[in-house]
Nanobody
Framework: RVQLVESGGGSAQTGGSLRLPCTAS???????MGWLRQSPGKEREGLAA???????NYADSVKGRFTISRDNAENTLYLQMNSLKPEDTAMYYC???????????????????????????WGQGTQVTISS
């Protein structure tokens, strides 16, 4: 079972940027990886997902502001977050899964919101707080 460790969280002002790395104990050449977030009183929200071929899907709430990428040599997944807003305040998690069907979160845009169902392995999370 892959181990995932997020870092890079912290505080920023509205309009600022943060970059979240997620280091994996191993990088599978199959399956998908992604990012989701959760804030108190709100449902988990799938933000972005990427398959091993580089296909990507973004949630409308972050499209044009957030960028998912991966460095296979470093076993690291990234989430670059620009133009941050107070509503981006949340705990951010990276997730991964190589089971068949996991990449439905990339293939079918509407499934991204349920990323937490399809990608079984999560990190411990990193807190992001955006002030106005």
């Amino acid at each position: 079972r892959v181990q995932l460790v997020e870092s890079g969280g912290g505080s920023a002002q509205t309009g600022g940027s943060l970059r979240l790395p997620c280091t994996a104990s191993e990088f599978s050449r199959r399956g998908c990886m992604g990012w989701l977030r959760q804030s108190p009183g709100k449902e988990r929200e799938g933000l972005a997902a990427m398959d091993s071929y580089g296909a990507i899907n973004y949630a409308d709430s972050v499209k044009g502001r957030f960028t998912i990428s991966r460095d296979n040599a470093e076993n690291t997944l990234y989430l670059q977050m620009n133009s941050l807003k107070p509503e981006d305040t949340a705990m951010y998690y990276c997730a991964a899964d190589e089971r068949p069907g996991a990449c439905i979160v990339v293939a079918i845009p509407e499934k991204l919101k349920d990323l937490h169902h399809y990608l079984e392995n999560w990190g411990q999370g990193t807190q992001v707080t955006i002030s106005s």
